[in-house]
């Protein structure tokens, strides 16, 4: 298989990005995330790809659900931010204040427009990825009609 082109054709799925928070106390995470996709109506899954040797990964597993947040168009020095390891205090991550998401009590981090909370059905450990499948059991938007976020306005490539 010619390696150049696979990396060339997969990065051309395209891809919303997300900050995805997860943990409770003094074990909490957060990151930017793109492998995100709509899995059944019903019940409504989410299907969610980490990096498997991440402190992110091991956090989900450990809590088994997460806030997934919705990025605006204008929020790439957000995305930016949480693309790196995330500071975390009593208060912040990566800068951002947080409560505890109503269902699930996970990170629920301000200044997004919208958010899933879900719990983590199933955990499909194979190659680089964990491949999360979760059940959205909350919601909630400042702003629903927002436009997202996505890696081709970054200019940046997570694929292939």
Do not use: C
Not at 105 to 131: K, Q, S, Y
């Amino acid at each position: 298989m010619n390696a150049d082109l696979k990396k060339q054709i997969l990065r051309k799925i395209t891809y919303g990005m997300w900050v995805i928070a997860s943990g409770r106390d003094a074990d909490l995470e957060a990151s930017s995330v793109t492998w995100v996709t709509q899995a059944s109506f019903t019940p409504p899954l989410i299907a969610v790809g980490l990096k498997a040797d991440t402190h992110l990964a091991e956090v989900v597993k450990r809590h088994r659900a997460f806030v997934l947040h919705l990025l605006g168009q204008d929020q790439q020095d957000v995305a930016g931010a949480f693309i790196k390891p995330t500071a975390v205090t009593a208060t912040t991550i990566g800068g951002l204040a947080f409560a505890a998401a109503p269902v699930t009590g996970m990170p629920l981090l301000a200044g997004f427009p919208a958010w899933l909370e879900a719990n983590v059905t199933d955990l499909v450990e194979r190659g680089d990825h964990t491949l999360v499948v979760a059940e959205i059991v909350g919601v909630g938007a400042s702003d629903g009609a927002v436009e997202p976020f996505t890696l081709a306005q970054a200019g940046w490539h997570y694929g292939g």
